[in-house]
Each structure stands twice: as structure tokens, then as C-alpha cells.
DNA sequence: TGCATATAGTTCGATATCATACTAACTAGT
DNA sequence: ACTAGTTAGTATGATATCGAACTATATGCA
């Protein structure tokens, strides 16, 4: 049946996927520096490519992770110091985090460290391979986030 | 520069094929019944495919986990009755892994249940996206491996 | 044979993550 | 204002995973 065959394929899509996933994680973790765990490092990213002054909600949702796990990835980082957690003037209840100058120059260093590993996937693919598969991955991706926000089964 | 470019390139590559992974690991584990785990599903459906009788070094190696990892994730499906572990004639030191009929129907069972949900992920997605992103997805692997095996770096 | 090394699996301690429950603070409707 | 409901963050307990240390068995070499 068609209908089973495209549920293999997908299946195996996603498999390939979370291999891939998998064994990246494995590499980056292996190259970074200091023994910080890949979802910091992502914090650290994540506040220098949208600027820092971020409540830890607004990360927890823009990386896909429980506010309570940002509570504890927060802890982490200002305990090395990368990050300070202070007051929202704004709202009470929350908080704002800030990348401080030593976040950023580890996340840079990191960067930089890790470039050379990564540069060789990069040279043995060839943009048109890249090309050919990034945009079907965001497709993917705006697919699932459809079906977390309005789940079409239960 | 074009090294630095292609950095940037392959790394938003490598945070897509994690948020998509994170994605559809999140759905699947929504969607399975009996709260088991995404890894331990991935256990049966890996005997499953390739026949029991496996060891679990063997079933370790081939789903890139620690052994130490896999002596806690058999535990658990044993638990559950869904395999056996039982000696291996041919070295004292290992053991053998064997599906139970239970463990086999509740891998049917979770797949038909979950089928419905991916179904609609590969409904929106064409054969031809699929086609275009798995052969670089498991190119990508294969490198990932390699490097694995053999760093180059550090 | 006997010993050094390698491998399979387990155990243990540490950490990341999650779900749940809880507290504090904001918001809306009356 | 008050009260009910919502939201931000924290605390707690459970589980998955890993690395390192350990035990038992196997292998290779002298």
C-alpha cells in the first residue's frame, strides 16, 4: 500500500535524522571546551544571536526545552560565570538573563574550536547537497511545530 | 571568506537536524502508548529489523549508545516483558537478547498508532523532498562516523 | 601452561531533562 | 477593590544517559 510505504520511508527519514542528531551532538560535545554540555553552549549562542536581556521563558520556548530545565541550564552558566540572571523591571514575577563578557568570549572560542571539525563535513559535502536538504528540514520543521501547537491526532 | 561561510552554513545545518529530531522525538513520545521511551522503542523495532539473538554490545554499537546505557534500557523492556535476556553459548563473558511475542506485538502496535501522526508529516512532504534530503542525510552520517572512528582533530 | 591484554556486561556517581506541584505576581471581570 | 484565573520561576522526584571503575571471560603470546 502507498499509504504504508510512505509511513516507512518517514519513519526512516526521521531515523536517519535522529542519528545524524545524535552523532553531531556526540562530536560538539567531545570539541568543547571546559566539559560545558551542548544545550549550554545553545544558551550561550542563543543570547549573542538575539542579544541578551532574554527572560528564561523566552529562551526555555525558543529552544524547545521546560521552563524548569532553563532554571537549571541557567544555574549552570552563572555558576561559570557566563551568564548574570537579575530583576525584570517590567514584571515581578520574571527575570532578565545577560550574557556577560565572559559568556561571550567563551562562545566564541568555542566557535572557533569547533570550526575545524565541522569544517570537515563541510568540505566533503558540496553546497548543492547542503542546499538540497536544508530546506526540506525547515520544512519538516514548521510541520512539527504546526502539529505541537494543534495536534491533529490526541 | 568561503571557509568561514561554509562554517556558518554547516552549523545552521547541524541546529536544524537537532530541532527537527528534538521535534519529532517529542511527538513520538507523546503519541506512544504505555510511557515507555523513544530509546527503548527504538530497541524493539531495532530487533525487530535485524532479528533478535543480538548481544547487547552488539545492539549498543548499532544504536550509539553506551553499553552502560543499554544494560539500564534492557532492564527496563524486561520489565516490561517485551525481551528476554538469556546466556550466550558462544562466549561466557556476553548474553543474548531475544523479543518476546509481546514485546513484538506492542512494537506493531506502537507503530500503527503513531503512523497516523507521521502520516500527516509525510502527506505535506513529497517523495522527491524526501529523496533529496535522506541520500545527504546519510552521507552526513557516514562522515560523522568516520570522524568517530578516526579524529581528525582532536 | 601461564600471564598480559582485551572485551562483555554491571555498578556507581554525576548530570540533563521532564512532569508535577508549588509560590509569587500579573490580569481581567465583576 | 476583590477575586479567579493565568503566567514566571523554583523545587522535587523520576528517568535516561554517560564516564569510570569493577568483575568475569576470552584471546594471544611466550
Do not use: W, Y
Amino acid at each position: 500500500m502507498d499509504r504504508d510505504k510512505a509511513g516507512a520511508q518517514i519513519f526512516g527519514f526521521f531515523n536517519e535524522i535522529g542519528i545524524v542528531s545524535q552523532l553531531s551532538s556526540a562530536l560538539f560535545m567531545r570539541l568543547i571546551p571546559g566539559g560545558l554540555h551542548l544545550s549550554h553552549f545553545i544558551v550561550l549562542n542563543h543570547l549573542v544571536r538575539v542579544g541578551d536581556c532574554r527572560t528564561p521563558m523566552q529562551i526555555a520556548a525558543a529552544l524547545q526545552v521546560t521552563k524548569a530545565t532553563m532554571t537549571h541550564t541557567l544555574g549552570v552558566l552563572g555558576r561559570h560565570g557566563f551568564v548574570e540572571v537579575g530583576p525584570n523591571p517590567n514584571d515581578g514575577r520574571s527575570k532578565l538573563v545577560r550574557l556577560t563578557p565572559a559568556g561571550r568570549s567563551f562562545r566564541d572560542e568555542a566557535i572557533a574550536s569547533l570550526a575545524p571539525a565541522f569544517g570537515f563535513v563541510a568540505e566533503a559535502l558540496t553546497p548543492a547537497e547542503i542546499q538540497a536538504a536544508l530546506p526540506v528540514l525547515e520544512k519538516v520543521r514548521k510541520l512539527l511545530d504546526a502539529e505541537r501547537d494543534s495536534p491533529t491526532i490526541g
